[in-house]
């Protein structure tokens, strides 16, 4: 005698059969002759008559079932089965049903570890930023491109630069900034530093994020607002900002903004990011964009915001108007003769409007670190001409353009026209040598700049692959011991 819920032929596992009355009558649970089925049969969604039971596909609870010959009416058990047979779909069968070898059995630990394991939290930077004492220097990366598809391909290009700078941050450097240039191999790998940076806070934990520089006068403060929030949050407050007024002409014509007037829209921009990320329902009116009851979201992770600095090249206006505005400066040394006085005046101008705060002076220069002197020039040199040579094209519209507002680059083109490799090694503008060489040279550099921050361009005339690597790791392991640690 099979008790209730045993498996018969032809039953469904997991199911029970319904009993039925004894032959004959007499007594039971269903006294008399069997009732007839007079269930009606039901369309099926899908064609064809329907019973009672679990329909495939269909939640348990569902009552239809599709009709099969030699299928007798069943009922769910009052139990929940188990998913193989809820929808009357056979469980596939498992790999690991046989004995694991002794091989399996050892990585089956490590395996549960590995995935138990938490993901690391991230390091956030203090907040904000602290400055180094005045005896100490941070070093980081600096990139702007100047290769084209002929010479490099993008997705190259982009490898070799999120390489270095992954390891810039495993080696403890502080900094990594990108520029943006439009329509030239001049920068024109990196129209966007705010979408290069969100890759690289993706793939760092420690390294500072800086744009070098963001160009405010293409730009409408609420969209630039909103980005570096944006980016301040993904990279958990890494972010600093780097804004330049741009100056070539090329750009201003692609963006149909007219070079005059120029210093009073970036003026106005850079004011606008400020408010934006420092207030909330900002209203302005300028003659260049309207804000009204503006707040950005998200807000930014950095309180009040994340550091501003802005690049200046030659003019003094410039260089005092930044200290005016209490904001730290980016400098690239290039000629002949780099002129100091400018980061002086800066200065001078920083301190009479922000007294008891503390200028900040950061700047970018090629470097290539090799065994020898030698070495180091041979590498080093027919990059530097491209640098110069590339560089040098960007300013040929320069030769047909005149701006009030840029009286001091009418000859900016020529000049750099004229520029060597050599030029630059003498004049402490690009740092190439041997390790014992490069630290005499950083030592000589700080003595005139005495700048916060020193970044080297790790990509200039289509340096990089593995000989930037060599450099890189040449500096983090023989020449930057030779300077003070700054905390983290």
């Known amino acids: 005698m099979r008790r209730r819920g045993d498996r018969r032929a032809g039953g469904e596992p997991g199911a029970v059969r319904l009993r039925s009355a004894p032959r004959g009558g007499g007594a039971g649970p269903h006294p008399g002759p069997p009732r007839p089925d007079r269930r009606r049969p039901a369309a099926h969604p899908r064609g ?27 009922r769910r058990l009052r139990a929940r089965p188990r998913p193989g047979l809820a929808h009357r779909v056979p469980r596939p069968p498992r790999r690991d049903r046989h004995r694991p070898g002794p091989g399996r059995r050892r990585a089956a630990p490590l395996r549960r570890r590995l995935h138990r394991r938490p993901a690391p939290a991230l390091t956030p930077y203090p907040l904000p930023t602290p400055l180094p004492p005045e005896d100490t220097v941070r070093f980081g990366l600096s990139f702007l491109p100047d290769s084209t598809p002929a010479t490099k391909a993008p997705t190259a290009y982009y490898d070799e630069v999120l390489e270095l700078a992954r390891y810039g941050d495993q080696a403890g450097f502080d900094y990594v900034k990108m520029t943006e240039h439009y329509l030239h191999p001049y920068g024109g790998y990196c129209p966007s530093p705010l979408t290069f940076l969100t890759a690289v806070a993706a793939q760092t934990r420690n390294i500072r994020l800086i744009t070098g520089c963001v160009l405010p006068v293409f730009h409408h403060p609420v969209q630039l607002a909103s980005l570096i929030a944006m980016v301040d949050a993904i990279s958990n407050g890494r972010l600093e900002i780097g804004f330049a007024r741009a100056y070539l002409p090329h750009e201003f014509v692609s963006f149909d903004v007219p070079m005059d007037g120029s210093r009073a829209r970036f003026e106005a921009t850079v004011a606008a990011v400020h408010r934006l990320l420092t207030e909330e329902k900002v209203s302005e009116e300028t003659p260049f964009f309207t804000l009204r009851d503006a707040t950005v979201l ?63 002076v950061m700047a970018s220069m090629p470097l290539v670190v090799a065994d020898t002197d030698q070495e180091a020039r041979a590498i080093a040199d027919p990059h530097l001409n491209r640098y110069l040579q590339v560089w040098g094209s960007a300013l040929e519209s320069w030769d047909e353009t005149v701006s009030s507002d840029y009286a001091q680059y009418t000859g900016l083109a020529a000049s750099i026209r004229t520029l060597t490799a050599k030029d630059l090694r003498a004049n402490g503008s690009a740092i190439v040598g041997s390790p014992e060489h490069v630290v005499e040279q950083i030592g000589r ?10 970044l080297w361009q790790a990509d200039f005339g289509d340096f990089g692959g593995a000989a930037a690597m060599r450099s890189t790791e040449l500096f983090a392991d023989k020449v930057r011991p030779h300077f003070p640690a700054v905390a983290q």
């Open 48 to 74: 064809g008559a329907v019973r009672g039971g679990v329909q495939p596909g269909r939640p348990v609870h569902h009552a239809l079932q599709p009709d099969r010959p030699g299928r007798r009416a069943v």
């Open 298 to 360: 998200p807000r930014p992770t950095q309180q009040p915001r994340p550091p501003f600095w802005i690049a200046a090249v030659q003019t003094p206006a410039s260089f005092r108007r930044i200290g005016e505005l209490g904001y730290g400066l980016l400098i690239t040394p290039t000629g002949r003769d780099f002129d100091t006085s400018m980061v002086e005046l800066y200065r001078e101008s920083f301190a009479a409007h922000h007294p008891g705060e503390r200028a900040r």
């Open 445 to 454: 550099f700080q003595e005139r700049t005495h700048a916060d921050g020193l």
